[in-house]
């Protein structure tokens, strides 16, 4: 999502790979099918070392970089290697992994702990899980949070920005916060377990949770429309490693200008003063979960044992 352009802007235009996909990224996500394996996701952008990443020493997805933003069928063997190499030094069974058409995803030699299945040619709606719902709830739950922070800012008479390290934040906690059961339902709608079609409103309402929130703070669309704004963007192509190795030379040392200033790394001392107002905010409202101040406190543990 560009999140310097009015919200207004998707009500009448879709991002076909012009102007609206200049800030862009690719996802790839993967999880088992009963949802508790879900695999960190890969985040792919344009810049190898976006101004937003200096300081910054972890990220909670995987990230890599290609000039289009692409996926290519080098950096989904990449991935699928070093699965395959952690499968191994963790002693995990086999996998066997369902894949669709995409054209980065070809036949990838040499894996030993790794099986790959692909969908049959044009049937990715009907047989692929992920397409059954998830992907939907994925994308809400991420647009949802470049929205929240987009209205954030222009309440705080800032111009809106979303940068790669925000995005892949908003990655993080929207792939972590689907449910297990909204997943095994998409693989049971899929065909698999039977077929069986239990449970299968849950997706749709997860999907729609929270949004409902938004409409009366902002110009905000059609939910659907928001959702599939981006359905017809290329995201990947076969490439060599020779043009692989070519295409990030030429742009390994470039960076987004567009990008706001990176922060300076906050000292601990200004980090716990932080989970303290945090801790006063959730106080001062009624009916508060225990498991939030739990975090807080797994949070401030983290610090001091730093």
């Not at 939907?136 to 470049?146: C, I, S």
């Not at 800032?158 to 790669?164: I, L, Q």
Request: charged residues 25%; contains cysteine.
């Amino acid at each position: 999502m560009p999140a310097d352009e009015s919200l207004a802007t998707y009500k009448t235009e879709r991002c076909r790979g012009g102007e609206l996909s200049k800030d862009r990224l690719t996802v790839l996500v993967c999880t088992n099918s009963t949802g508790s394996d879900k695999r960190k996701p890969l985040v792919i952008g344009k810049y190898a070392k976006p101004r937003c990443f200096d300081n910054v020493k972890t990220l909670p997805c995987i990230y890599a970089s290609q000039s289009r933003a692409w996926m290519t069928s080098v950096q989904f063997s990449t991935w699928l290697h070093d699965w395959d190499k952690e499968l191994e030094a963790r002693k995990k069974p086999n996998i066997l992994l369902f894949v669709d058409n995409c054209a980065a995803h070809l036949k990838v030699d040499h894996l030993n702990h790794i099986k790959i299945i692909y969908f049959p040619p044009k049937t990715n709606s009907e047989l692929q899980p992920l397409d059954r719902g998830v992907k939907t709830v994925f994308r809400q739950g991420y647009r949802r949070r470049a929205v929240q922070l987009y209205l954030q800012e222009m309440a705080a008479s800032k111009k809106p920005k979303v940068t790669v390290l925000d995005a892949i934040h908003f990655v993080h906690a929207s792939w972590r916060d689907i449910k297990p059961a909204t997943i095994e339902n998409c693989f049971k709608k899929a065909g698999f377990f039977g077929g069986s079609q239990s449970g299968s409103q849950a997706t749709q309402v997860e999907s729609e949770m929270g949004w409902e929130t938004l409409v009366g703070e902002g110009s905000v669309p059609e939910l659907d429309m928001f959702l599939d704004v981006d359905n017809n963007l290329v995201t990947s192509e076969i490439t060599s490693h020779e043009s692989l190795v070519e295409d990030n030379l030429s742009h390994a040392e470039e960076e987004d200008e567009d990008e706001p200033a990176p922060r300076s790394a906050p000292k601990s001392a200004e980090v716990v003063d932080a989970l303290k107002l945090i801790r006063h905010f959730f106080t001062c409202i009624p009916n508060v979960e225990d498991d939030v101040f739990d975090k807080i406190s797994y949070l401030e543990n983290s610090i001091f044992q730093k």
